[in-house]
């Protein structure tokens, strides 16, 4: 099982478990994924998090300030994936993406800031991308 942070049209975050992830592109294809808060079925995946299954009870008991601190690490250890493996091209990223979707440039990982204008008109032109929530990073 994998659990995705899915985003609705109406920007509501919400996760839902699947068996796998093409079980997930295909129910989001099918129109089978409900954002609880509108009812809206044209769901995305904006982050995927298979490492936070439940482990069992002390995950779900620990202290607020405890947990925050281990997404905080696990967001961290994304940008740092990320960093290593993308190509950064900060402001220009939904114009690269685009380069990249219509073949005008060899596929390769990127990563930048879009702005939510930006993101919505990729995501209606059907370009996939994640959106991350970036995790400051600690240089000390
Ligand atoms: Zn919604």
């Known amino acids: 099982m994998i659990v995705y942070r899915l985003t609705c049209k109406n920007e509501h975050e919400f ?11 295909a129910q989001i294809a099918e129109g089978r994924v409900m954002c609880p808060h509108c009812g809206d ?3 995305r995946k904006s982050l995927m998090t298979p490492n936070v299954a439940p482990k069992g009870a002390e995950s779900v008991s620990g202290k607020p300030s405890e947990r925050r601190a281990a997404i905080m690490r696990e967001l961290r250890e994304l940008r740092r994936k990320v960093e290593e493996n993308c190509d950064y091209v900060g402001p220009r990223f939904a114009e690269e993406a685009r380069r990249i979707h219509y073949g005008e440039t060899d596929s390769h990982a990127i990563y930048g800031e879009t702005t939510p204008k930006e993101a919505k008109a990729l995501t209606e032109e059907g370009i996939e991308f994640g959106r991350i929530p970036w995790a400051p990073r600690l240089d000390s």
């Open 15 to 25: 996760e839902a478990w699947f068996r796998d992830s093409a079980a997930c592109d």
């Open 41 to 43: 079925t044209s769901a």
